[in-house]
Each structure stands twice: as C-alpha cells, then as structure tokens.
C-alpha cells in the first residue's frame, strides 16, 4: 500500500469536499429515507466449541442485523422482546439530538422491555457518517445482542479517501462457553471478578485456533490489487484488542464515525465500543492471509488470553495446487498483550482532517478520577464476599459508586418532575486530592454508593480529564459518553497536572470520538460543548465495571425554544 498517496492530501482538499457536501446535502435532501425494521429478540440454539447453547439472538442472527443507512436518514425499528430477559437497544455513538428516548440505557433513558412486550425506537441520523454500532443495554445481553450500523454519506458525497471496491465488517467479540448472564449473576452475588471469556470472535465465529471452529471461519475474499474497507467494530464485553492483517498494511481513515488524516500501521488497538474503518490493499503474493486479534490487557488481572482468526483469501489462491488442498494461511505478528506503548503510539496518531473548532473558553472544567474499589465486608467468610480479602469489588467516579434506579429511569423521573430518584450534586472533582497514581492509602480503597448526576448548562463549554488510579490496579477504562462526541486534546501517564499539561492539549486538529480510554496509570482529557439537551450516561464500557458502579450521567438542561428542548417521550415508552 502507498500511504503517502493518503496522508499528502492538503486540507484544501478537504475544504473543496465541504463545498461539495453543501451542494450535495442541498441536491439530496429529499431523498432522505425512512428505514422500517422489526428486531425479535429471542433464544435460539447456536453452537461454538464443540457445544450447543440457547443464545438470545436478533432476527434469529449472531451477530445481529447489519442497519445500513445514509446521513439523514430515520430508522424505525421495532424491538420484540420474544426472551425471557429485560431488554433495551443502544444505537452506539449516534448523537439523537433532543431524543433521549431512544438512546436505550435501561433505568438511564427508559425502563427496559420486558418479556412479551415491544418499544418502537425511531431516530435521525444528523451529520453523522461511517461506522457506528447497536447493541443490548441491559446486563450482560450484549455478549450476543450486537451488529454493526453504517452511515453512508449523503447521495452524491464522495469519502474524503479513494473509493475501496468493496466494503466488510469485521465485527470483534466475545465468547462465554456457558450462558453470559449466568456468568454476571454469580460475580455479582459474590462479589468477586466474573470468569473470564472462552474465545474471541470475528462476526460471531472464533477461527482456527479454538475447537470444532475452523470449518466456520470467516472467509473475506479478495482479488490481487484492489482495495477494501474493513469497518472494524469491538464489541466485546470486557478486552481492549490489537488487531491486524498478515503482511498488510492498514490505513486509518475514520474512528467512530469521524474521519481521521489517515496513517498507514500494521495493527490497531481497539477498545470495546469503539470502531476503526481502515484501507486495505490486496498488494501481497496471492494466498490466505490471517485476520487475527488478541487481548491488550492492562489490568494485573486475568484475562482471555486466546486469539481469534479469519482469512483473507486472494480468488487466485484457493487452494494449492497439490491435490487441491487449503492453502494455510500466513499467520500476522501482534504485540504482546502487556505492550503498553504500541497502544499508545497508535492512538496519539489519531487527528482530525483538518483544523476543527475545539472548545476554548471553557465553563466546565471536570476532574473525574476512574477505577475500581473494594466494599469492606462485616463477615468476611461470607459467600457473598469473595473479592480480595473478604471483600466485594466495587468501581466510582470521584469516589462515588453509581446506582442504577429501578422504580423508573432517570429520564422519566425528570420529564415528569419525580423527587427522589436521583441528585445533582455529583462532586466535579475527587472529594479527597491524593497520589491517584502512587501507593494509595487503603482508607480511600471503598467508594460511596449514590444516584449522582452531572447538572450542565446547554451549550456549556465543557472539559472532562479522566484519571486513572492506582487502587486495586491500574487500567484502561474506555469511558463511552452517550449523546455525544467529543474531542481528545490530550493525554499522558502518571497524575494529570493542571498548570503544565494543558499547555501541550491539542488544540487544533484532535480526533472526535465517542469512547476513548484512560491511559494506564494515567489520564486523558476531552472536550466538548453541551448541546444535546436530556440525560445521558457516561461509562466505562468494560461490562464488567459498570454494575460494580464506573459510571455517572450527565443532566443536560433544557435551551430556548424548540430546537433547544428534549421532544416529549413517545406513547410507547416502556414502564417498569
């Protein structure tokens, strides 16, 4: 691949693009479409690894439909609950502006859909474009409840990148040889960590290495010299990953719907809730390249430590020409699971196309400290007590371990002015200023339980810095703000300093996104304004540390008039 025939592209060209989008938002507004879907949502047997479970499956798929549509555009989508489990939909990263109500989060923005009942998600999709995602936002359904959500640009807009030949999902995911939720429901009432994953998956199949696997492996056949799009999705519940290509280069040009001046690597880092739409071209001799992932683990905790395949297979070179066997396929080099500074070489390569307008002056500056805690136990011997020494393991924000209500979702309670389901003092930096990176004094290890949100002005200038701590251990926590994008100025290890570290905050061409993760035993800062009035959730998108409570919500309020204002709930909103 040539990345210099990418990344030499000036930002005229860019602007000259803008031009054309006017012209062509103003030639296709009318052709804007309205997208009709039904999701049935219900067990069906599915088998991996050598075994046969009644997986709770969309339209009968794992993973789940892929929903493709073009800026503008509406979906309807009507979700039949047909399982035995509450159940909500999230479309991943789409902004639903005024429209909390189809946002998804169960107790956030609606209570949840129960068995033998149906909610009718409807929503426009406004200046968005690339790859998005939509899964279940209700315990640990979205282990299987997932599928890919694809933005085309507007009728006669062009990428920003030569046009690929053709386009493919990778879908990254996770794979528990037993019922997931099962595996929640006993960490829970222990308290202890969850077991981990059995297998990684590409589009729902774990691959080569993994048994009874290989005949399903996912094929993505390609012809010598041309050029693909590979819309990279992790959907996996709880695993940052490296993902790569053997012997091909990938060329980045978007993360989470925004376009990125591209840069040409040999793997990505991907985290869950993420996605990474990337350029291949087929300029390797003709055979059967792996597709493969691993786990970038940076917790000192277990981890699955598998690796999931597919093949990239040239037409040319189906099979060998010895009694028309398989060929095998060339295996890629991954870095190690520890290796801390490629993921971060790689993500400190992510800019915007060209200059943006980041939020100066800000009126809204957050210090959110993010990790996990131990609740103290008065029996330690208790069954429900099997975390590290007798305790029940625990995460906050700033100390405060989120509780999620269960009578009504925080959006209804605010609609209809219900008291008592949740305050608007969540403390906007750590109640207690300590070495969040160092040895930390064990009396700070246990977090507060409470329904804390943050109250925000709309059209507030905002700055959130994450940082990570050092309690129990350190870790990568991607943190997902739903309603929003917004945009990473900056990063580093060790304590944030606010006198000296804004001074190098990129100010000029940092990268939109919608998740982003907390450097290990360091802190990243974001910024965005508050334009999007309503309640959304802010999480780390580890599934495994948000029932313990890494997580808060933002109260956006209400502007002037109309088009500043959350639109009323629809009939159909689901009631607990």
């Not at 069906?44 to 339209?59: G, Y």
């Not at 929640?184 to 774990?206: C, E, H, R, W």
Request: positive net charge.
């Amino acid at each position: 691949m040539e990345p210099h025939i990418l990344s030499a592209k000036p930002c005229t060209f860019y602007l000259f693009s803008c031009i054309l989008l006017i012209f062509a938002f103003l030639a296709s507004f009318a052709s804007a479409a309205i997208h009709y879907h039904e999701f049935v949502i219900e067990a069906k047997p599915v088998k991996r690894l050598c075994r046969t479970h009644s997986t709770i499956k969309v339209n009968g798929q794992y993973p789940g439909p892929t929903l493709e549509v073009r800026d503008g555009d509406t979906l309807v989508i009507k979700a039949i609950n047909k399982a035995r489990y509450n159940v909500t939909l999230h479309w991943h990263g789409v902004r639903q502006l005024r429209n909390p109500w189809a946002d998804g989060p169960e107790y956030v923005t609606q209570c949840p859909i129960q068995p033998g009942r149906s909610y009718t998600y409807q929503f426009t999709i406004q200046n968005q474009e690339g790859t998005l995602w939509w899964h279940a936002h209700s315990k640990w359904l979205r282990a299987t409840v997932y599928g890919a959500l694809i933005i085309y640009p507007k009728l006669g807009s062009p990428y920003p990148f030569p046009m690929p030949k053709r386009e493919m999902p990778v879908i990254l995911g996770e794979w528990w040889d037993r019922n997931p939720l099962d595996v929640l429901k006993l960490a829970l009432f222990t308290g202890g960590a969850p077991n981990v994953s059995d297998a990684y998956t590409i589009n729902g199949q774990p691959g080569d290495l993994y048994r009874c696997s290989s005949k399903e492996t996912a094929i993505y056949p390609v012809e010598a010299g041309e050029t693909i799009l590979l819309r990279i999705i992790n959907s996996a519940l709880n695993q940052e990953l490296y993902f790569g290509v053997a012997n091909h280069k990938l060329t980045v040009v978007a993360v989470d719907a925004s376009y990125t001046k591209p840069f040409t690597t040999n793997v990505i880092m991907i985290a869950p809730g993420q996605t990474t739409d990337v350029l291949l071209t087929a300029d390797q001799p003709p055979a059967r390249y792996y597709i493969a992932a691993h786990a970038y683990n940076t917790a000192n905790a277990a981890f699955d430590n598998t690796t999931t395949t597919a093949i990239l297979e040239y037409e040319s070179a189906h099979y060998s020409a010895k009694g028309g066997k398989y060929l095998k396929p060339i295996f890629p080099q991954l870095p190690g699971f520890n290796d801390t500074a490629t993921a971060t070489a790689f993500t400190a390569q992510l800019r915007s196309p060209c200059k943006v307008k980041v939020p100066i002056e800000i009126d809204e500056s957050l210090f959110f400290t993010v990790g996990l805690g131990l609740i103290n136990c008065k029996n330690k011997n208790s069954p429900r007590c099997q975390g590290p020494n007798g305790t029940r393991f625990a995460a906050s924000i700033n100390n405060v371990s989120f509780v999620f209500p269960r009578s009504t979702s925080l959006m209804q309670a605010y609609y209809q002015g219900q008291p008592g389901v949740f305050t608007t003092d969540f403390p906007p930096v750590p109640p207690i200023q300590f070495d969040y990176t160092g040895n930390v004094s064990r009396g700070l290890w246990q977090p507060v339980k409470g329904t804390k949100l943050v109250k925000l002005k709309f059209g507030s200038k905002v700055q959130i810095v994450f940082q990570d701590t050092s309690i129990v251990t350190v870790e990568d926590h991607p943190m997902h703000i739903h309603g929003y994008d917004f945009y990473v100025v900056g990063s580093g290890f060790g304590n944030f300093d606010p006198k000296n570290d804004p001074v190098k905050f990129n100010l000029v061409d940092p990268p939109l996104r919608n998740t982003i993760g907390t450097p290990p035993g360091g802190w990243v800062a974001i910024r965005f304004v508050a334009d999007n009035p309503g309640i959304w959730l802010l999480h780390c998108h580890l599934d495994t540390h948000l029932p313990w409570g890494l997580a808060t919500a933002l109260l956006v309020e209400n502007g002037v008039g109309k088009l500043q204002t959350v639109q009323p709930p629809p009939l159909d909103l689901p009631q607990c």
